[in-house]
Structure formats: C-alpha cells, structure tokens
C-alpha cells in the first residue's frame, strides 16, 4: 500500500482570495459611507458613482444625472475611491450645496 506524499497532505493555511471577506468588508464601507468611487472596466471605460448595492457577482453603480448601472464584477479593472462624497451624505458633511 503506497501513502500519498507528504505535500499533498498538508493544507494552506491561507484562505484563498475570494474567501477572506475583506472585498465584502471593503465595499460594505464604500456603500455606507456613500464615497464616490471611479469604476475602471477591462474594456476601458471609467464608471463614476457610489455602490449602492453589491453581491458576490455585481455591483450597483448609483449615478446623479445619469441612469444607474449593475456592473458584473468579472468586468471590473478596479476601483479607486474619488476625494468627495457624494448623495445624501454630501450635506451633512458640509459638501455640495
């Protein structure tokens, strides 16, 4: 009877990327925080607005002027936080207006 390698008996003790929570957690903030974000996609064009929504597949780019997008996450580059907030919390942060 063989034994497999020791190499394959031992496990990562690192979650893979995907299964850390820290986009979950990151993205959580953004939308709380209504902090406006530029969306940079594969193809090259740049999205900006707030994450209303997200999910493990998507995210809702919510836009003043202009329609609102749900963005398939597979198709996002990155995303880069803006220096103002916008929405509601633009106000109460003495921003706009």
């Given at each position: 009877m063989m034994t497999p390698p020791v190499s394959h008996l031992r496990r990562s003790r690192t979650p893979p990327p995907?299964?850390?929570?820290q986009e979950a957690l990151y993205l959580r903030s953004l939308s709380d925080r209504h902090v406006s974000v530029s969306v940079q996609l594969?193809?090259?064009?740049?999205?900006?607005?707030?994450?209303e929504y997200f999910d493990d597949g998507m995210i809702r780019i919510t836009r003043d002027g202009h329609p609102n997008l749900f963005i398939y996450k597979h198709q996002i580059?990155?995303?880069?936080?803006?220096?103002r907030r916008i929405g509601r919390?633009?106000?109460?942060?003495?921003?706009?207006s």
């Open positions: 995907g299964d850390t929570g594969r193809d090259g064009e740049a999205i900006t607005g707030w994450i580059r990155s995303i880069t936080e803006q220096t919390n633009s106000e109460r942060d003495g921003i706009g």
